[in-house]
């Protein structure tokens, strides 16, 4: 299909729901939560379709793994969303001053309309079902642009919501990168990207010209610092997890690790050690993720290259993989030069740059120098320091001792900043970033401020003492 057939074929769908949505605006209660558990049902439905295509898609990914990383999320938001919708729906009001009374002031949380998500390949199922629980909450069409890195689970997601839902409702939708191009370019009420920050700047611009609404999330540098009083051990632990659960392809997975030098010797034996436990022998264990394509195997290879050239010591934990594998096994580079690809570049993959400060103070500063990250994560025992590390600190989001879990804590909101994106989703952050929040003055019976307007008098002169002058 060229992109002109693909533009008409998006546009055709983007008319049909607007239709629809003017024919039926505002979806009840009862509707909507209906709507979230059908979606529901056809998760729990599909559970084992979806794990089987991601393993196809990946080759090699463990349905454990995807049951919690993606499975249970995905459901997650989607129960949140139909617990609390009806709260969420109800108008919030607001104060009115004195002399505006008698009045009622309220915001009316009002579905946006159609809402375009694209969505990314390293968590297919999560980052498409946690944007679309929201949408729907909200009241909302949607219409989806699916991954072309991930056939089997694409076409999946797209057969299992084209049997849950009517078309004029929510539409799954494939295509290569011009599909996404012009999925970008559409007119809608609103349009959240998960992807990289490169592309996602590509979406913004196509978005401009018709001044969609868009959230960004994006990816990004996102370290993880050990403060001089942080459990080495325990740190270790969750740091691995974070960073080499679905092979380090996971856009707020620790990008690197700042700690003292004191700490570098202990903390290397027990990354070794902790990666051992969870994934022993990880290249060749069916538990551990693979890299996704060719593609991506071959540029983290050449970051591996050049930080080797440039003198950083390379660490491979375990065994290559078997031959024809995207298995990639864990690889520690330690005290890297700040200006090759490693250190510039979101990584995205199980490599773990490891650099030492010589104090605190030195490590703040050096994430500030840099990006603004997706996510923060600080190992320390001390509130006092967990205080000034997050104060003197700006990242989308922030973890003390772990990593990765907070993504499923439903109700707090996750979006990045700078160039981690911007705008938020999840709980009520996303059902407030899919609808207008549309505010309303009611005036019950004229009022005070009806003598304000024109002749001018004595009245005026009152008036001006009291509310402006205040003598």
């Excluded at 022993?280 to 593609?295: E, G, K």
Aim: proline share 6%; with cysteine.
């Amino acid at each position: 299909m060229n992109a002109t057939a693909v533009a008409v074929s998006f546009e055709s769908v983007l008319v049909t729901q607007r239709a629809a949505f003017r024919v039926h605006p505002f979806p009840s209660a009862r509707e909507r939560r209906d709507h979230l558990a059908a979606l529901e049902q056809a998760i729990l439905k599909n559970r084992d379709a979806i794990a089987a295509a991601l393993d196809l898609d990946f080759g090699g990914r463990c349905a454990n793994e995807v049951l919690f990383s993606e499975t249970y999320v995905s459901l997650n938001a989607v129960r949140h969303a139909h617990r609390h919708v009806k709260r969420w729906m109800a108008r919030r009001p607001r104060h009115v001053d004195w002399p505006m009374q008698p009045a009622l002031a309220w915001v009316m949380p009002q579905p946006a309309g159609v809402i375009g998500i694209i969505s990314p390949w390293n968590y297919p199922l999560f980052l498409t079902i946690a944007p679309l629980a929201a949408a729907l909450a909200a009241g909302n069409r949607v219409m989806i642009k699916v991954s072309e890195f991930t056939p089997a689970t694409s076409d999946c997601i797209q057969r299992f919501i084209a049997s849950t839902f009517a078309h004029d409702h929510v539409a799954v939708i494939t295509g290569d990168a011009a599909a996404g191009r012009e999925f970008s370019a559409l007119s809608l009420d609103h349009l959240l990207f998960t992807g990289s920050t490169a592309v996602g700047r590509e979406v913004m611009r196509a978005a401009a010209e018709n001044l969609t609404p868009v959230t960004l999330e994006l990816g990004g540098k996102s370290p993880a610092i050990l403060a001089p009083d942080a459990d080495v051990d325990s740190a270790a632990s969750d740091i691995v997890y974070g960073k080499f659960l679905n092979a380090g392809q996971t856009c707020i997975a620790p990008d690197y690790v700042l700690l003292a030098a004191n700490q570098l010797d202990e903390f290397v034996d027990s990354v070794q050690q902790h990666v051992s436990h969870y994934w022993h022998d990880a290249a060749r264990n069916p538990d551990y993720t693979a890299v996704i394509n060719r593609h991506h195997i071959d540029r983290l290879r050449a970051m591996v290259d050049e930080a080797r050239d440039r003198g950083a010591q390379v660490m491979t934990i375990g065994p290559q993989a078997e031959p024809g594998s995207r298995r990639m096994p864990p690889t520690l580079i330690l005290n890297p030069p700040d200006d090759i690809a490693l250190m510039r570049e979101e990584i995205f993959g199980p490599l773990l740059p490891i650099r030492t400060y010589a104090s605190l103070d030195a490590a703040i500063e050096y994430v500030n120098d840099h990006e603004r990250p997706l996510a923060l994560y600080l190992f320390t025992r001390s509130d006092r320091c967990m205080k000034d590390v997050l104060k003197r600190t700006v990242s989308g989001s922030a973890c003390v001792n772990d990593t990765l879990v907070y993504i499923a804590v439903e109700d707090l909101p996750f979006g990045g900043t700078g160039a981690s994106g911007f705008g938020h989703y999840h709980g009520q952050e996303g059902f407030d970033t899919f609808s207008k929040l549309k505010p309303v003055f009611y005036r019950r019976w004229p009022g005070l401020s009806r003598s304000l307007r024109p002749p001018y008098g004595w009245m005026h002169r009152l008036m001006e003492r009291v509310l402006i002058s205040r003598r």
